[in-house]
Nanobody, 125 residues
Framework: QVQLVESGGGLVQPGGSLNVSCTTV????????IAWFRQAPGKEREFVAA????????YYRDSVKGRFTISRDNAKNTMLLEMNSLKPEDTAVYYC??????????????????WGKGTLVTVSS
């Protein structure tokens, strides 16, 4: 069983930066692919970024490439999503998720086995 808890959401102005983190608890969690998804009101949950269990391979949706960075610290059982140059369209509830499946750029929410409860990120002036 894997438990995921997000933190760090909040309100930020356009062009600003914000980090969201995910604490992971569970057996063999360091062997899982970890990913971030987001869901805006009235929209489907969408893939944001994924990181292989080894931490050597990262994948991003096109709209966040160059602005977001995903990383993990297996020793501390945490995952981080650093978000820069934020735009109003980045506003959403951000969820961390885990799966035993390999990381890829085409991950779908149905691929994930475990979910956190989400943290709200609002980009607005």
């Amino acid at each position: 069983q894997v438990q995921l808890v997000e933190s760090g959401g909040g309100l930020v102005q356009p062009g600003g930066s914000l980090n969201v983190s995910c604490t992971t608890v569970g057996d063999y969690v360091t062997s899982y692919t970890i990913a971030w998804f987001r869901q805006a009101p009235g929209k489907e949950r969408e893939f944001v970024a994924a990181l292989s269990w080894s931490g050597t391979s990262t994948y991003y949706r096109d709209s966040v490439k160059g602005r977001f960075t995903i990383s993990r610290d297996n020793a501390k059982n945490t995952m981080l999503l650093e978000m820069n140059s934020l735009k109003p369209e980045d506003t959403a509830v951000y969820y961390c998720a885990a799966t035993i499946k390999p990381a890829s750029s085409t991950m779908h929410y149905s691929d994930m086995d475990y979910w956190g409860k989400g943290t709200l990120v609002t980009v607005s002036s």
